[in-house]
């Protein structure tokens, strides 16, 4: 294997972490820092839009002849859509990066996705279209996972590359920051129309408004983007490094197990995501134990906890190590997930403290949590090894969170929740364990 250097033996990035090669004029962190936030908030922007509307939009406009339980599950099961094709959109964009380019392949991709997004507020409903209503929604939505596979520029790794070797779980830190930005802009957006407009009104248009203004978003930051990616050192860092975009066929045959494997050690994490942010409003929302715009102030609060707890894992990283980290707050996890129940069914305040508690563990292990192993590839492989481990960690642990929290929450009680944590939970400590066992013998 290529060696590599490390701040130390617990340390595993998505991005690669090796000495800048002798001659090559660095990008400052600083810089490429906005870029990979912007980056990383505008994908997460619009996930989270769709989300949010599964709960408050879509059971009325396109399911209307379902429950609103119904509703909400077949809107989560769409949902899921977009991390399904997620791997699919990285195999196709890697070819395109290989046969036309870094700056083509970003654009088409971002565009793609600002486009598919923006197409939903343009969806007529089901009222109107029937069943074809439907489709295109899914249509819009694997477009949008579609798109965002192939939105990997890369930004992360040349962050790293370019940090101080005792800082790099730091800057590694920095581009999952972009998640809970991303929450708190949509939470933001949703929480402005509930309280401007009418129900009706909502219902009708207004929640069509955060859609539109995903395609602006979009566009912004595949510029902030593209001024990084197509700099001449941000070429020679790719080059000199011997990073390729590898097809996804070779990855897999090659480095395989490497990639289930970083897939696996973040689970616990992606398993927490979707509920902590998606679940508790639809759980609230069905089961009217607060008002809507009360959970989404909470949920903006919760996002700010997540945005300083990612902000602290860089310096927990540094201090203590990045699997060290990662396992220490999968127990944390675990013990969370054992209060669940408890918390999602109580009181307000209670149901309130599950989410800001739920935040502040998710910022932690998220800000840590992207590509925890991949170090253990070979070199040449990383740069397409990070996005595949990303896309699968995504489809494992956050894809169906929604879907099967909600449904076996409403058919068996919310111990579903715990289950559900705690199997992500046994996943991250099994394949950190291998993990190590794999740096150690190598």
Known sequence: MTSTTKSNTDSGSTAIEMQTPPGHSPVAPGEIAIGVVIGRASEHFDFFVFGIACVLVFPSVFFPFVSTLEGMLYGFAIFSIAFIARPFGTALFMTIQRRWGRSVKLTTSLLLLGTATAGIAFLPSYNTLGGTSIFFLAMFRALQGFALGGSWDGLPSLLVLNAPKAKRSWYAMIGQTGAPIGFLIANLLFLYLINSVSAEDFQAWAWRYPFFVAFAI?????????????????????????????????????????????????????????????????????????????????????????????????????????????????????????????????????????????????????????????????????????????????????????????????????????????????????????????????
């Not at 395989?256 to 508790?280: D, E």
């Not at 705690?422 to 996943?427: A, E, F, P, Q």
Request: hydrophobic share 55%.
């Open 218 to 442: 979009n566009v912004v930051a595949l510029f902030a983007r593209l001024r990084l990616v197509m700099t001449e050192e941000y070429t020679l860092a790719l080059e000199e490094s011997e990073l390729e975009p590898i097809s996804t066929r070779e990855m897999l045959d090659k480095q395989g197990p490497i990639i289930f494997l970083g897939a696996f050690a973040a689970l616990a994490s992606y398993a927490l995501f979707h509920i902590v942010t998606i679940f508790p409003l639809s759980w609230i929302y069905l089961e009217e134990s607060q008002l809507i715009g009360d959970v989404l102030i909470v949920q903006c609060i919760g996002a700010c906890i997540g945005i300083a707890a990612t902000i602290a894992s860089g310096l927990i990283a540094d201090r203590i190590g990045k699997r060290t980290t990662i396992s220490l707050m999968a127990v944390l996890i675990a013990i969370f997930a054992l209060f669940a129940p408890m918390l999602i069914s109580g009181t307000p305040i209670m149901q309130d403290a599950f989410i800001l508690i739920g935040f502040a563990l998710l910022g932690v292990t998220y800000g840590q949590a992207s590509g925890i192993v991949t170090t253990n590839l070979d070199r040449r492989f990383r740069y397409s090894g990070a996005a595949l481990t990303s896309d699968l960690a995504w489809l494992f642990g956050a894809a169906f969170a929604p879907l099967i929290a909600l449904g076996l929450s409403m058919h068996f009680g919310l111990i579903a929740v715990t289950f559900y944590l705690l199997s992500g939970v046994l996943c991250t400590l099994l394949a950190l364990r291998i993990s190590k066992q794999l740096a150690t013998t190598e």
